[in-house]
């Protein structure tokens, strides 16, 4: 066994910061140029096409008016 007997768990943990948080943990701010804006808005745009164009196109392939052939077998006569 040791020879160390702990009166309250206060005695084991170290003691809680008081101050302020040091800087380097400090979250950095975001910050965005203009050429990352432009991308941003550039990709956007080429996402929204590129969705509009797929719903459309599943919406002509899909639509009421599409009427599916059925084969037709042809029996010759005995």
Do not use: N, Y
């Not at 910061?17 to 943990?25: L, R």
């Not at 599943?58 to 042809?74: F, I, N, S, Y």
């Amino acid at each position: 066994m040791s020879e160390h007997v702990f009166e309250d768990v206060d005695d084991v943990l170290p003691p809680a910061p008081d101050g302020e948080i040091v800087h380097w943990m400090d979250p950095k701010p975001l910050r965005v140029g203009p050429a990352g804006v432009s991308a941003t808005a550039a990709g956007a745009l080429v996402l929204g096409v590129a969705l509009t164009l797929i719903v459309l196109a599943l919406t002509h392939w899909l639509g009421p008016e599409r009427v599916l052939q059925r084969p037709r077998w042809r029996r010759r006569g005995s």
